[in-house]
């Protein structure tokens, strides 16, 4: 019996052309090249220009995935932005990407889910290519985090910066088992009990203004570590694939440390890890499309490679999704 999958027909990528080094940081807050790449892995990150927005950058984004999909943005009829950085409150960025591309008429709306923006997004879109109600989707997650950071505060500046990556998606025919291409599973996770452990202490319907973000970095390191366990394990049981079998392991690029954390303890060799925090620091729900277009267009990701993606952000949210490339 056809079973509908939702295959990645191609992926892009943008980073804003600034880059902000460790030792540019030296002289903004407290701290040292030497403490954030022990810490964190990260080298340097990249900040949008003054008249670059999210919406600019998920554009440069999304049309790299449509030239490397062989496909004209008419073609898309579902357009999903995964951010917590829109451009504004409304109307949604997705909007924005949808007239910056020249595609019009097609459902276009903003998901936020933070850090796992890019898992729920990928999540939402693959419900709608899998019911037939859409042919094709672009799924984009686009940051500009450098306007929500404190850059007074040490503990979370050093971490952040802006970028963009895309994936297009279409609907595709499979025999409903775990060797067709496409997404096999997806694992979507939230508890808002944790809210206070990382959040943006401002808003429209609170203060009134975008706010900063805040962090307990400890807290959520050691929550990130577990919980990303339960829904990878989750994501092999359910498509019927073991750890052994995994090609790629491509998770959101928030700390070297929790990256390799978790991949020991899932036993998921480094070898297999996807790793490019230390070029972007922590894009939120655009680091795993960075990470991915990395990894594909230096030969790594092949086609038929079984790729586990997963993450962790603010709300709590966490997410996983297997797919075969
Ligand atoms: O995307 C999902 C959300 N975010 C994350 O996944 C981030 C999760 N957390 C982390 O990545 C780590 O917890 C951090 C990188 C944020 C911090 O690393 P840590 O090893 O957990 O350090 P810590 O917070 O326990 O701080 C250790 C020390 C503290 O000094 P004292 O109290 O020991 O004297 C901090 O004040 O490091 C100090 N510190 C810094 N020192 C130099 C904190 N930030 C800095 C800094 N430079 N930028």
């Given at each position: 019996m056809t079973h509908l999958r939702s295959i990645v027909r191609g992926c892009g990528s943008y980073l804003p052309p600034r880059i902000l080094t460790n030792k540019e940081l030296e002289s903004i807050v407290a701290t040292s090249d030497e403490w954030i790449v022990q810490r964190t892995g990260i080298r340097e990150r990249h900040i949008a220009a003054k008249d670059e927005t999210t919406s600019t950058l998920g554009i440069k984004a999304a049309e790299a995935a449509l030239a490397d999909a062989g496909l004209?943005?008419?073609?898309?009829d579902l357009v999903v932005c995964a951010t917590?950085?829109?451009?504004?409150?409304?109307?949604?960025t997705a909007t924005q990407i949808q007239h910056g591309l020249g595609n019009y008429g097609s459902a276009a709306f903003d998901l936020q889910a933070v850090c796992s923006g890019f898992i729920y997004g990928l999540a939402t879109a693959d419900k709608f290519l899998t019911s037939g109600s859409h042919k094709r989707a672009l799924v984009v997650g686009a940051e500009t985090f450098s306007r929500i950071i404190?850059?007074?505060d040490r503990g979370t500046c050093v971490l952040f910066g802006d970028g963009a990556g895309a994936v297009v998606l279409e609907a595709a025919p499979g025999?409903?088992?775990?060797?067709?291409?496409?997404?096999l599973t997806t694992q979507l996770r939230s508890d808002?009990?944790?809210?206070?452990?990382?959040?943006?202490?401002?808003?429209p319907g609170s203060t009134g203004t975008t706010g900063h973000l805040r962090m307990e970095g400890r807290e959520v390191f050691k929550f990130a570590v577990g919980k990303v366990m339960d829904v990878v394990k989750d994501a092999f049981a359910d498509a019927g694939?073991?750890?052994?079998?995994?090609d790629w392991f491509v998770p959101h690029q928030a700390n070297r440390r929790i990256i390799e954390a978790s991949a020991d303890k899932l036993g998921?060799?480094?070898?297999?890890v996807v790793i490019t925090?230390?070029?972007?620091?922590n894009t939120s729900a655009a680091s795993i499309p960075l990470a991915l277009d990395a990894a594909r267009r230096d030969g790594?990701?092949?086609?038929g490679d079984l790729v586990m993606l997963e993450a962790i952000g603010g709300g709590f949210t966490w997410g996983s999704a297997l797919l075969r490339w």
């Open positions: 004209e943005a008419a073609e898309i917590s950085t829109p451009d504004y409150t409304f109307p949604s404190d850059w007074e025999e409903g088992t775990k060797a067709d291409r496409g997404i808002g009990r944790y809210r206070d452990k990382l959040y943006v202490d401002g808003g694939v073991t750890p052994e079998e995994l998921i060799p480094r070898e297999k925090v230390e070029k972007h620091g790594r990701i092949k086609p």
